[in-house]
């Protein structure tokens, strides 16, 4: 491979042996390499790399450029086979060798030379790029044409591309569509006329596929300002697959990397191959139809088939292996679904191969159970894989596991091709080894307060019996535990509502928690010790919701109950401050704690929040949005003719929205919703789907014939208020926040059981699969993303709009390009000023912990890039400009954290385009005193900015937070004014400081070199020389007067403070002038008024420029001029 040229001496040690050499080239084997065994000088020689090389690893081939004369080589290249040098010798040979000669300085050639290496090396990884693709030269050849049409920086990596056409009109252009990183990019070149367009991932705000009279099928992709369609793909559905896999992952790094969970592979964009889009794409598939944390990483992907007892046949399927679990799921998703983890596992083997049982795996677990597993190919590879993972597995737990993990260490035992079940735990001894048994409940809660609800209940109680044996007879034919074959059988048992007395064992192992619970022992105390009397805002939310959760139930009306509720909730906000504390968690926690012991409904919560809800529970509730757009669509394809009937859809799903946070706990009778839930755990958010449908067919006629909100609210409060169960007679009441209704008059509703809802719902809605509601997810999550984006941008505009003159057209404009310089960023910046950027956009709330908005903020580079883009005033220096804008930048930093916010650069722009030519000519007297002006233009840090008194104004527009602070003083300042019969005015401000001679000639130069390429150039140049002249004999005169003139005193009497305390101000500025320089001051007044005096300075200041048409240029060019600077900082970085 070729190397980065690198320094070394001539072969001073005789390590290396040369094999071929030229004038210019060396090829040297390692000593040693090669030569018989046991040879003196290759045990040396390897002794010392081992020694003197920290990887223990020298390539024993490589290639030198050697410059006759001199001492220092340079390697080149190396490799681990002659064969690989030979072909870089080869090449050097004939291509390089011959050329080396026509140069007369052989310092050139190393200069040539290494030039020439270093493109090979960009060739080279340019094509490790392509090689990740199916065809590589052909995937080289379009990477070439895709940098040649879009100019894009080399950091823009294209992922993969189709041919299509897009529409224009009527009119359909063929041609390709690019799909990378942060963009998709079209380009036609047809009858002599080229079509060339760029979409950013982030300006996407639906996709969806259309059908058209022209078009059979199309890709039609929606941003803000237009529409357009695609078509004609060679796989329609595999290009609409990866441009919602783009679109969805770019919107999430970008829009809401603080808050959605997004994988590390993906936080990586350059990493992003189709090949990796594939494997998510199936990843995410596999974790939501599991139901698997978060975390885990998807290894081999098998069919094969397992023996079902049941059924008493082999069931064909697919096999998912991930880091801790064995999954494995029938051809018909849902059908039979079997889950075991990898620490439930003692060993997995081979054994022997028969033409009836080909390729047999025999997994045996703890529980005394085996499964069989046949037709596996590969089975050998995928074994080992799995005993490699097993084995570490177990060797972590002995390592970290308690003492009574040793005593249950047993040896493997042989394989059970006999299958039986035990249906008893042999783990019940664990429990009763709890860190914190007297605080933490050992008892689910509805143990503890269940006689007080038995009177008078014994046909609950025979029903309860006979669930209770239906469960057992189930638990003999199919397994208990996490393990049990999941089947259509156990969902007709679970729609009938699971026995009490099962109800938190069933959770816990149709979620999985048990796992969590046995990998953490100990995990849950912990937490308890450690978050108990901390103080934040998520503990005084949750002490304020703790009396709020189901108040009617004896269990919570209790000290006992609202202390475990108090427990397990704090526990949670501190284990995930991310989410930490969100309404409804309080609701869903307390059911778990009247099922499940108290740590047990810990992981619960656990599994719930971050595994079976994911991004339910952040700050923004996405999660619940997106479900809320996907339940919408469903309604409009599973329920078309009340789609028809109502077309505004949000009504309905406004009201379903508490249905999935509280998963129907705040809308159903109590045992009733209860019932929702342990379909949930089983089934997981497919159920609440289904259930929520089922819900809304139900009231079909009545929600058609509702003339507004208000009668539809009240058709689905009125049908789920009276949804009832078998146990609910012994029910105490609804929680709280069910939606109660106090109108009488509201006609009667048939009684429904909530097994017939459950069970209607399956039957009518049960083909919704886990594939289709992952691939409406990924879609809907982008017009979500995308409208919070656009209620941080109308209340971004909203807050500024009162304080500029700027149209709100051209206001609107002006955000989205300081959006888009934000997001360049991102996009291409390093890794380092990326975060920065990211994280400077998220603005804290007065706890410091709690997120309040997305508000973007730009850096120094990046402001200088807008600053360069809308400055209305030419500039002929490029130096000076560079100057001017890290100025202004400075002046801009109000809170002194090297950001500027869009309030403050629009109130700039807005001084720049509308305001008089007074407050112009006041904001570049600004950009000349301290703050602004520092003592080193080449570092414009503000550590060395030569004043920072109180006494001068730091604010363009002063903040509210400051307004209080000089409240009194402006009070005084109008009275004067009006005492002084001067014209009122509607802006108070500070009076500026005065400035001294260097920081005049520093404001000359600006006026100089902002009249560059201007057409009255000359009578400008002419007009600030005379100005400039009037103002140094104002300067000279005040100096000459040994003191501040009439003006100046006049000015620190208004400001409050003595001739002293003036004269120590100045002398703070701290430039080295003499005292004799600081006493030559002007003052803002001064300059206005020579300024003033100049028509053709006036009418310069004061020519109306069309901020429309900046802006509509600087659109064009930022993309372009970003991309090249950032290139150029990249290459020389």
Known sequence: MWLNPEEVLKNALKLWVTERSNDFFLLQRRRGHGEPTGRITGLLVGALDTVLDSNARV????????????????????????????????????????????????????????????????????????????????????????????????????????????????????????????????????????????????????????STGLMTEAIRVSTRQRQREFSMFLNLDEAFGVIGQLADIALRRLLDSEGLELDRVLQQPTRITKRILEEQAL?????????????????????????????????????????NYLCFSSREEGSCILLIPLSEVLSIEKAESTSLLPNPVIVSVRTKKAFQLIEL?????????????????????????????????????????????????????????????NTVNCEALM????????AGTDGNKSTEQVKERLWEEHFLEFGRGVHMFRTEKIQRLVAMGMPESLRGELWMALSDASSELESHQGYYAGLVQKSMGHSSLATEEIERDLHRSLPDHPAFQNPTGIAALRRVLTAYAHRNPKIGYCQSMNILASVLLLYAKEEEAFWLLVAVCERMLPDYFNRRVIGAQVDQSVFEELIRERLPELAEQVPDLSTLSSVSLSWFLTLFLSVLPFHSAVCVVDCF????????????????????????????????????????????????????????????SSDTDAPAVRHTNITDLINASYEKFGDLTVRQIERLRCRHRIRVLQAHEDTTKENALRVVSPDVSISPENLADVYDLFKTEHFIS???????????????????????????????????????????????????????????????????????????????????????????????????????????????????????????????????????????????YQEQLKQMLQDLAKEKEKDVEKPLPLMNQREFIQFCKTLYSMFHGDPEENDLFQAIATVTSLVLQIGEAGHRAHGSGSEVASQEEVRGVGPVQATAEDAGRGDGSSAAEMEWTVSYAQILASLLTEQPLVNFFEKPVDLSAKIAEAREKQYHQRAGLLTLQQGSS
């Open 59 to 210: 390539t024993p081939f490589r290639i030198l450029l050697q410059v006759p004369g001199s001492q220092v080589s340079w390697v080149i290249a190396s490799g681990a086979a002659i064969e690989e040098v030979n072909k870089h010798w080869d090449w050097l040979v004939h291509n390089l060798l011959h050329s080396l000669s026509v140069f007369e300085n052989k310092e050139d050639v190393a200069s040539f030379v290494k030039g020439k290496v270093k493109g090979l090396i960009a060739e080279e990884v340019r094509g490790r790029q392509a090689a990740q693709e199916e065809d590589p030269e052909k995937f080289r050849e379009v990477l070439l044409k895709f940098e040649l049409h879009f100019g894009l920086p080399s950091s823009e990596k294209l992922v993969t591309y189709y041919s299509c056409c897009c529409w224009k009109g009527r009119v359909p252009r063929q041609g390709f569509l690019y799909l990378s990183i942060n963009h998709m990019s079209f380009y036609s070149f047809l009858l002599g006329k080229e079509v060339k367009f760029v979409i950013p991932w982030a300006e996407m705000t639906r996709l969806e596929r259309v």
């Open 283 to 323: 990843r995410e598939y596999v974790l939501a139809l599991f139901r698997l944390p978060r975390g885990e990483k998807l290894h081999e992907v098998a069919s094969c088939s397992v023996w079902t007892p049941h059924a008493r046949c082999h069931t064909a399927g697919t096999l998912y292996t991930t880091d």
């Open 377 to 437: 190919q590969d089975r050998n590879e995928l074994v080992e894989s799995l005993n490699s993972r097993l084995r570490a597995l177990q060797w972590k737990r002995s390592m970290f596991r308690s003492r009574t993990d040793s005593k249950r260490s047993v040896s493997s035992p042989t394989p059970y091709y006999t299958f039986y079940y035990d249906t008893g735990y042999s783990d019940e001894e664990e429990i009763e080894e709890q860190v914190l048994r």
């Open 447 to 454: 143990t503890a307060f269940h006689q007080s609800q038995e």
């Open 681 to 740: 755990f089983f089934h997981g958010i497919k159920a609440i789907f289904q259930l929520g449908l089922a819900a809304l067919e139900a009231n079909a006629a009545e929600l058609s014939a509702s003339t507004d909100d208000g009668q539809a609210l009240m058709i689905l409060t009125g049908f789920l208020d009276q949804v009832g169960s078998e146990e609910s007679s012994c029910v105490p009441s609804s929680p709280p926040a069910a939606l109660e």
């Open 826 to 968: 991102l996009y291409w910046g390093d890794s380092s000023s990326a975060a920065a950027a990211e994280a400077a956009a998220w603005r804290y709330g007065d706890s410091g912990c709690s997120y309040v908005e997305r508000q973007y903020r730009l850096d120094r580079p990046q402001f200088k890039s807008l600053y360069g883009l809308l400055t209305p005033w030419p500039g002929g220096s490029t130096q000076h400009a560079d100057t001017l804008a890290n100025r202004t930048f400075t002046l801009l930093d109000q809170d002194h954290n090297n950001l500027v916010t869009f309030r403050e650069f629009a109130c700039w722009l807005d001084t720049l385009y509308c305001e008089e030519l007074n407050e112009k000519i006041r904001l570049l007297y600004r950009l000349h005193i301290p703050p602004a002006l520092t003592e080193s233009e080449d570092d414009p840090s503000l550590m060395k900015s030569p004043l920072l008194s109180t006494n001068r104004p730091l604010y363009v527009n002063l903040p509210s937070d400051v307004q209080d602070d000089v409240k009194d």
